[in-house]
């Protein structure tokens, strides 16, 4: 038997991971390095990313740019594959959330929406995945979320992407996986993250949150450390098509 630590070894690897400037897409990027990936973070802070960049060493490499700009797709993903070579492993953490009520839900707002939670995801997984194809192996980690199955206040336009985001992922699945491509989703519950900042600022609020998961509290950051390395690693080798929920048990109760 082969050592089991193995499985989740990501030395030759290479890595794209958007949001990689903070949040979940940050944590992504490092942990992806710390298990031997060589990982390409994209977002629209060309700072933040330097910094990360900086303290990861010769494995990062960093693309500045928009990806909510559909027409700029290819042209992001020749510059990811450009420091390493085409990625085998992509995460999909980039988003945003406008929370318009849904009387307020203006057609700019659904346009970015659409854009960055929803099409990026797959034009970019688009065109790597040829690559991937011709390696027989790949992977693709959506981000989904607890408003992939629930409607929350000043989520019409969040939840209807993440909610497309599941059927994504199932999508992707049929069409790429008999070539060794897997593609799931994480749903992460409540994290501290720039996106959730409106939440966590209401301390009423975020201990609410908290009482609704089964274990009693709101996710950390390095909570999200096992699922993604086992998503995106050999150990997951035979699951395609889910959407795991890094909830605390939230969706649960």
Request: hydrophobic share 45%; with cysteine; aromatic share 8%.
């Amino acid at each position: 038997m082969s050592d089991p630590r193995a499985l989740f070894d990501l030395t030759g690897r290479v890595a794209c991971v958007t949001g990689a400037s903070a949040g979940l897409g940050h944590r992504a990027a490092i942990v992806l390095a710390a298990a031997g990936a060589r990982v390409v973070g994209v977002a629209r802070r060309a700072d933040a990313l330097a910094q990360w960049a900086s303290q990861t060493g010769a494995n990062a490499a960093t693309v500045a740019a928009d990806l909510s700009q559909r027409d700029q797709i290819g042209d992001i993903a020749a510059r990811v594959a450009a420091p390493f070579g085409p990625p085998d492993i992509v995460v999909h953490a980039a988003g945003i959330n406008t929370r318009e009520a849904a009387d307020e839900v203006s057609g700019a707002g659904w346009d970015v929406t659409m854009n960055l939670n929803l099409a990026a995801p797959f034009f970019l997984s688009q065109a790597f995945a040829p690559a991937m194809k011709a390696k027989g192996w790949g992977r693709i980690v959506n981000f989904a979320s607890l408003q992939t199955t629930r409607a929350f206040p000043g989520g019409v336009s969040y939840g209807a992407s993440k909610a497309g985001i599941a059927q994504l992922t199932r999508a992707m699945a049929e069409a790429w996986s008999r070539n060794g491509i897997t593609a799931n989703a994480i749903g992460p519950g409540f994290f501290p993250t720039e996106l959730t900042g409106p939440v966590f600022a209401d301390p009423d609020r975020a201990a609410r949150n908290a009482a609704q998961t089964c274990i009693g509290r709101n996710g950390a950051l390095d909570d999200i450390d096992g699922p993604l390395l086992f998503l995106c690693s050999n150990a997951s080798a035979y699951v395609t098509g889910q959407v795991l929920m890094v909830d605390g048990g939230y969706t649960a109760k």
